[in-house]
């Protein structure tokens, strides 16, 4: 059975980095793109950042762009999304998700992770 796991998250000051880590067991990892999504209270879940299978292409939020860069290890299974100059609105649930191609909406991913609270403090 499939598995994705997020792991990371943390809570830090504004100005302060955290490295997320999504692995994914009992797939073909370097068949799938990686998708990073992430959902704060009361609002839409959005798209921050995919990677495609050979890490060809990388795609980014505008509001994350230059604060946040995505990886992939495919000999380990794991993408990271090393986060830099976290902002109080940075502060989410982030996810992140497994399919052939990358999407802006998460609900086209079929194997999908719980999840990894980042909260940052001002």
């Known amino acids: 059975q499939v598995q994705v796991v997020e792991s990371g998250g943390d809570l830090v000051q504004a100005g302060g980095s955290l490295r997320l880590s999504c692995t994914a067991s009992?797939?073909?990892?370097?068949?799938?793109?990686i998708g990073w999504f992430r959902q704060a209270p009361g609002k839409e879940r959005e798209g921050v950042s995919c990677i495609t299978p050979s890490a060809g292409t990388v795609t980014y939020l505008d509001s994350v762009k230059g604060r946040f860069t995505i990886s992939r290890d495919n000999a380990k299974n794991t993408s990271y999304l090393q986060m830099n100059s976290l902002k109080p609105e940075d502060t989410a649930m982030y996810y992140c998700?497994?399919?052939?191609?990358?999407?802006?909406?998460?609900?086209?991913?079929?194997?999908r992770g719980q999840g990894t609270q980042v909260t940052v403090s001002s």
């Open positions: 009992e797939l073909t990892f370097d068949n799938y793109a």
């Open positions: 998700a497994a399919w052939g191609w990358c999407s802006p909406r998460m609900r086209d991913y079929k194997y």
